[in-house]
């Protein structure tokens, strides 16, 4: 009865647990910041490689960070999509036909740090959905991380 009575409990707390654990904008800032923190001690190729490597510091889940060279718009590292590094951010458009590639390029040129909103695919659910990312500037590349809005 009690291993029932355990069980019975686990079931009830495992949604919460798992809505817990959604990454918050706290962790998309965080993020980005830890992948700028990290290409000024060991260098803008190293981070470069470290999250195309899908370094668990920068991909954890839904929350993950690309890092974008800020004087053109060229995604130089993406740990989910290995497709779009090399390929120009200005030219992307969410399903909706948001310009978000150009909002972000234009934000980091603009006040250096903000927040763009658009639809992406989310890597877990493997769904398109509404995301909030977190765009911050640093020297000639900009970090971005993302939480998922349900």
Not at 55 to 75: C, K, M, R, S, W
Request: proline share 3%; hydrophobic share 45%.
């Amino acid at each position: 009865m009690k291993a029932f009575l355990r069980l019975a409990l686990l079931a009830l707390c495992l949604p919460f647990a798992a809505h817990a654990a959604e990454p918050t904008e706290k962790d998309a800032v965080a993020m980005a910041q830890k992948a700028l923190a990290y290409a000024k001690a060991n260098g803008t190729d190293k981070l470069v490689a470290e999250v195309n490597a899908k370094n668990p510091e920068f991909v954890q889940g839904e929350l993950y960070v690309v890092i974008v060279n800020a004087t053109d718009g060229t995604h130089l590292a993406h740990p989910i999509n290995q497709k779009l590094v090399g390929l120009n951010t200005v030219e992307m458009q969410d399903v909706d036909g948001r310009e978000f590639g150009k909002d972000m390029l234009d934000l980091a040129r603009s006040s250096g740090k903000g927040w763009v909103g658009y639809m992406f695919k989310n890597p877990v659910t493997n769904k398109v959905a509404r995301k909030k990312s977190y765009i911050e500037k640093s020297g000639n590349i900009y970090a971005v991380a993302g939480i998922y809005t349900r």
